[in-house]
């Protein structure tokens, strides 16, 4: 079997045998045990990706075609290139971090770690898929289970926020459903047959007249999933009420799809579209960043500080991809990265103060660093680089994307930068202020001195996405190295 299509099949197969099981402690073994062979799997991926890549130029690497449905040429199309790499490998590091996370899942363990899978199986389809329609239904797998997840694990008010991402979620797919199926049928505009291949539409010509229709609906389409503003309110519900390991998955792993599908399909399928719209969704970027910061400053519950922090730090992705070139394209994908590891670490985190606590109001909380120095060391760590510090992994990602963005000689592009820089001094504040607050000084409730220290499997899932954060911010050129290659056909195509 191809080295691709097993990202699809060894979660099938963890999910059948999930099925089998008996308890939480089998589910949770057989959980481990699967998602430890992805992450080997992913691991294995990259390099054979690098061997592979030294010998082979072609825009995708490992492509395997099978016909799928032949009258509407629809094909089991799959092939990476370095971009899908990355994001393949940082979905095989949460997933695995989030069953360490969720090993003392009682309710329902079977269910919920089969959720968990299905989930990840879509994310893995979509990120290895070359056909448009294979694309969406992989896409369609990743969204549904969030909506079990949150609805029946989750806590608060979870059935709105269920039913709100859901409702957001499955409206954006109709406007994607319609953007593809546009571009679908403007692949022949050259003559051919009409096909979903994203690389064989990319040698058409699609007319001008329907990029300018179709790439508002592609990229609102993918975007709402990755937050942009004002469509991004279904997220800090959806967070605030999920269950921790879905909280790690739907920021870590699922928000990426939409920056992703952005720029894999809207930007390079339609690129005249691109440059007619992206005045305006420039402009919805960068209002998300700033609103997104300032949100996180009024907030005092601790998952929806995350959550709004997520708003902001994605619209950099929109923001940097909406750019058009290269060292901002770069910065984009980098801060995918740096933003999933990142978001993963700080809700693996509140999971386990809130799980001690009782409570995830910061006013509440105080002197935890006394009390749990391991968690509370690892929150400051994740915080600075939410703030960008340098040699963790924002430095990197924020560096490329505003050195690409301040390229631009024109006014309107200086200026669009120079308020999205502004969010990082609004991020300072806010992380700062969470730290000062629920870390530092005299621990305000005595029952608080008793806390459990951290166990040897959140410390696994701790250091699972630790690791990266420091890992790019001290090595980056591997990983920026192989995005760059990977970003020359899309230069040529949009540019």
């Known amino acids: 079997m191809d080295i691709l299509s097993l990202f699809v099949v060894v979660p099938v197969i963890t999910i059948l045998i999930l099925v089998f099981t008996k308890g939480l402690k089998q589910a949770r073994h057989v959980s481990m045990v699967g998602s430890l062979v992805q992450l080997g799997m992913a691991i294995n991926l990259v390099f054979s990706y690098f061997k592979e890549r030294a010998v082979n130029d072609a825009i995708m690497v490992f492509t395997k075609d099978i016909v799928w449905f032949k009258q509407f040429n629809i094909h089991y199309n799959i092939g990476v290139d370095g971009v899908s790499v990355s994001l393949i ?30 989930l990840a199986t879509g994310v893995y389809g979509f990120f290895i898929s070359i056909d448009l329609f294979t694309m969406f239904v992989f896409y369609e797998i990743a969204v549904i289970p969030m909506y079990l997840l949150i609805g029946i694990w989750g806590s608060g008010p979870k059935e709105y926020s269920a ?9 954006a797919s109709a406007i994607l459903l319609v953007g593809i199926l546009g571009i679908y049928f403007n692949s022949n505009a050259d003559g051919g047959a009409l096909t979903f291949n994203i690389l064989e539409i990319a040698k058409v010509n699609i007319p001008f007249e329907a990029q300018k229709l179709f790439f508002p609906l592609t990229f609102i389409g993918f975007a709402v999933i ?8 279904w997220s800090p519900d959806g967070h605030a009420s999920a269950p921790t390991a879905v909280s790690m998955l739907h920021a870590g792993v699922l928000m990426k799809l939409g920056g992703y599908g952005v ?24 209002i998300g960043v700033i609103y997104g910061a300032f949100a996180a400053v009024k907030q005092t519950d601790l998952k ?3 959550a709004y922090s997520s708003v902001s730090h994605l619209g950099l992705v929109l923001f940097a991809l909406l750019m058009l070139n290269k060292t901002a394209w770069n910065g984009a994908i980098l801060q995918s990265l740096s933003h999933g ?11 386990m103060i809130y799980g001690r606590t009782h409570t995830r109001d910061v006013t509440k909380l105080g002197g935890l660093l006394k009390v749990i120095p391991f968690i509370s060391v690892v929150y400051v760590i994740a915080g600075l ?23 631009h000689d024109d006014m309107f592009y200086r200026i669009v930068t120079i308020i999205s820089v502004s969010a990082i001094v609004v991020t300072a504040v806010y992380i700062l202020r969470v730290v000062g607050i629920m870390l530092m000084g005299p621990v305000k409730n005595d029952t608080y001195l008793d806390l459990q220290k951290a166990s040897w499997y959140e410390k696994a899932g701790i250091l699972l996405l630790l690791i990266p954060i420091v890992g790019m911010g001290v090595a980056p050129l591997w990983l920026s190295d192989m995005i760059l290659a990977s970003l020359e056909p899309f230069i040529q195509r949009v540019l």
Request: without cysteine.
């Open 304 to 306: 929806y500080i995350n």
């Open 385 to 407: 680089a939410s703030l960008g510090l340098p040699g963790l992994s924002g430095f990197v990602a924020e560096m490329n994307i505003f050195v690409g963005a301040f390229q």
């Open 226 to 233: 990755g937050a942009l503003f004002p469509f991004h309110t």
């Open 163 to 171: 039913m709100k991402l859901t409702l957001m979620l499955m409206g």
């Open 341 to 351: 590891f990142m978001t993963a670490l700080f809700f693996a985190l509140i999971g």
């Open 89 to 118: 490998l940082l979905t095989a590091i949460v997933v695995l971090a989030g069953v360490f996370i969720s090993w003392k899942m009682s309710d329902l363990p079977k269910e919920f770690f089969v959720s968990l899978i299905v």
């Open 263 to 286: 720029f894999r399909v809207a930007m390079y399928l339609l690129p005249e579209g691109t440059l007619h719209w992206s005045w305006f969704f420039i402009i919805l970027s960068v």
